[in-house]
């Protein structure tokens, strides 16, 4: 069955500080993978998405991340972490029609 | 271009009252969704449409009931209330195949 993984329920990082969330996933077959954020009372937002090719993909808001196959994993990061990055995080599966959703990562900024 | 538009923004209901929650989308998607989410627990499906006239149950259908009344428009029912459905509801659509999600702005619905 289909499942995301985010361990980090929630992270405190300084303002400049880099910043890495974690994103285990369960497929059985080439997985399509996407980070959304969501700022408070909003929808969900694409950062950015891997189908194939590059295992580096870049999104917006200068975030990375990168799938590694052999960890089942998609980990965002970004070098400097700004106070506007406050939000909550979450990553996902396509398979098929559907998305699976990880629970969400909070991310707290602090001056 | 408004892309996703759901209404109403916030509800209140009384447990055992009635209502449905609108969706349209204006991007020619095919598919669409509604999703909830509840703290810890992320953005669970709810229903889906693959396209026009087709529905189909995701992870947690019972208590609701959804309309695919047009391309545009996908609507979710709640005919009887009940406090366990106080969450957030968020519509999405997507074009075919392997592509992203575009999301509302959500409706926070609580039941008393």
């Known amino acids: 069955a289909q499942s995301v993984t985010q361990p980090d329920i929630h992270i405190t990082v300084s303002e400049g500080a880099s910043l890495e969330l974690r994103c285990n996933y369960s497929?059985?077959?080439?997985?399509?993978l996407f980070w959304y954020v969501q700022s408070p009372g909003q929808g969900l937002q694409l950062l950015l998405k891997?189908?194939?090719?590059?295992?580096l993909v870049q999104g917006i808001k200068g975030f990375e991340a990168e799938f590694k196959r052999s960890q089942s994993s998609f980990n965002l990061r970004k070098p400097s972490v700004h106070w506007s990055d406050a939000a909550e995080y979450f990553c996902a599966v396509q398979a098929g029609n559907q998305f699976y959703f990880g629970t969400g990562t909070s991310l707290t900024v602090i001056p | 271009n408004a892309g996703v538009t759901q209404t109403p923004k916030f509800q209140v209901l009384k447990t055992g009252q009635s209502m449905t929650l609108q969706c349209a989308q204006d991007?020619?998607?095919?598919?669409m969704y509604w999703y909830r989410q509840d703290p810890g627990m992320g953005l669970r499906l709810i229903y889906y449409s693959a396209s026009e006239g087709t529905t189909d149950k995701g992870e947690v259908p019972n208590g609701y009931n959804v309309s695919r009344l047009n391309k545009r428009e996908f609507s979710l029912r709640l005919e009887s209330a009940a406090p366990s459905q106080t969450s957030v509801y968020f519509c999405?659509?997507?074009?075919?195949?392997?592509?992203?999600?575009?999301f509302g702005q959500g409706t926070r619905l609580t039941v008393v």
């Open positions: 891997y189908f194939s090719g590059d295992t």
């Open positions: 999405a659509s997507t074009l075919p195949g392997s592509t992203e999600a575009f």
């Open positions: 497929y059985g077959a080439t997985p399509y």
């Open positions: 991007m020619n998607h095919n598919s």
